[in-house]
């Protein structure tokens, strides 16, 4: 694609990393078809081609921020258009460099909700008092908010385990409040692989939310506090294990997110380099694992950010299926349940189209079981369903 970027942005590391993305565009269209939000609406600035249009027009003062902005925040950031892209444009990157060019804020009622959301979400604490109340008040709440409140609240772990290997596990802010078993259960069970499991004490969230927001100051403080929690340990542990996908996503990001700062990048690539998803570290483990619900048959739903952030596909599948379990078949498996961080609270009704054509997928051949690896699909399909819905380490021994 041809850009005529201000030579004042591509000055900047910043600008010219866009230049370069925008340029790798050849605008073939074969992302749109696989753009959960394209499909839904039918409109090209609801597409992948569309949005990177308006993205290089915006950095070109040709576009009004307004209208970039409402394109550009009804998309998942599912990333299903980079999986699909023969060029490899790095879309994801391009529209976090268009967000924190447009900035977080935004007006009336949408603009409080990303500043309520902004400042619960990410803390554990504030996230589980508000959540107790939240299940006596929840018919006060809008829908969209009264769909959030966990069905009940859970801690985070509270010990270390020891064992011959030692793993980091990252406790995630809203897995430990609304799902936190799913640590737990993945603790027992590196306890019976002779793996310890120890926590970071000043592990905050990981920044995933305040990217999605725009906002970049929020989000590089996060991480800068993560990487001084998780380095400190670096050298007592095997890997870092994320079990809620859209936090590994994030995290396995610092080197990029820091490579500018002078203090941080070197630690920063470090830790990312040394963070894992939890089907990467099972995977040596495999031959060891067995079904926890013998004789289940499951359907999987693949996280966004574990198949198309992380580029993980068939990790997950390989241990369950070596375990013993029947994996169903469900049609578009690549496409988003409309979860995807705050987009449920913040565009509820595609967030609830995506959530209903994913269930009627999921729900095809009849499962016991639903599966996935990530805390925000987790919920949010839980929530329109009376098929258990579980983290997929929660069905094995
Ligand atoms: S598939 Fe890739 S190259 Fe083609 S329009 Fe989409 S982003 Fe551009
Ligand atoms: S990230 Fe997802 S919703 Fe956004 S443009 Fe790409 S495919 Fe579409």
Redesign the pocket.
């Known amino acids: 694609?041809q850009t005529n970027l201000p030579d004042s942005f591509i000055a900047t590391d910043r600008g010219q990393r866009a230049n370069e993305i925008l340029r790798?565009?050849?605008?073939?269209?074969?992302?749109?078809a696989t753009c959960p939000t394209y499909q839904l609406s039918g409109d090209e600035l609801d597409g992948?081609?569309g949005r990177?249009y308006l993205i290089k027009e915006l950095f070109e003062g040709a576009q009004s921020p307004e209208r970039v902005t409402q394109h550009l925040d009804r998309c998942l950031t599912c990333r299903a258009?980079?999986t699909?892209?023969?060029?490899?444009?790095a879309?994801g990157e391009l529209a976090d460099i268009a967000r924190v060019q447009l900035g977080p804020h935004r007006p009336g009622m949408a603009g409080a909700m990303r500043r309520l959301l902004g400042w619960l979400v990410p803390n554990a604490s504030r996230l589980r008092v508000l959540s107790q109340i939240g299940h006596y008040f929840k018919f006060l709440l809008p829908e969209p908010l009264a769909a959030q409140v966990p069905k009940s609240v859970t801690k985070g772990l509270t010990k270390n385990t020891t064992g011959a290997k030692q793993v980091l596990l990252l406790q995630g802010c809203a897995q430990q409040v609304t799902t936190g078993e799913v640590n737990e259960t993945l603790q027992s069970l590196l306890g019976q692989l002779d793996v310890g499991v120890i926590t970071a004490p000043s592990e905050g969230c990981c920044g995933s939310l305040d990217l999605h927001l725009g906002d970049e100051e929020k989000t590089l403080k996060a991480a800068r506090n993560n990487v001084d929690a998780f380095f400190a340990l670096l050298d007592q542990v095997d890997a870092i294990i994320s079990t809620a996908s859209g936090c590994g996503v994030t995290v396995k990001d610092y080197g990029r997110l820091l490579a500018d700062d002078p203090i941080y990048a070197d630690r920063a690539a470090r830790v990312a380099a040394a963070t894992v998803d939890v089907s990467e570290y099972l995977t040596s483990y495999a031959s060891r694992l067995t079904p926890r619900f013998p004789g289940k048959r499951i359907a999987w739903h693949p996280p966004c950010s574990l198949q198309h952030g992380q580029q993980i596909e068939g990790s997950v599948e390989a241990l369950l299926q070596g375990a013993g379990y029947e994996l169903l078949p469900v049609r578009d498996a690549h496409l988003c349940c409309g979860s995807a961080g705050t987009y449920s609270v913040l565009q509820p009704q595609w967030s609830a189209q995506l959530r209903d054509n994913k269930l009627q997928a999921l729900h095809q051949h009849q499962p016991d079981l639903i599966a996935t690896a990530n805390v925000g699909c987790h919920t949010h399909l839980a929530h329109g369903t009376n098929t258990p819905v579980m983290h997929w380490i929660e069905l094995l021994t």
Do not use: A, D, Q, W
């Open positions: 694609m790798s565009c050849v605008h073939c269209g074969f992302c749109n992948p081609r990177i258009c980079e699909t892209c023969p060029s490899g444009v879309y």
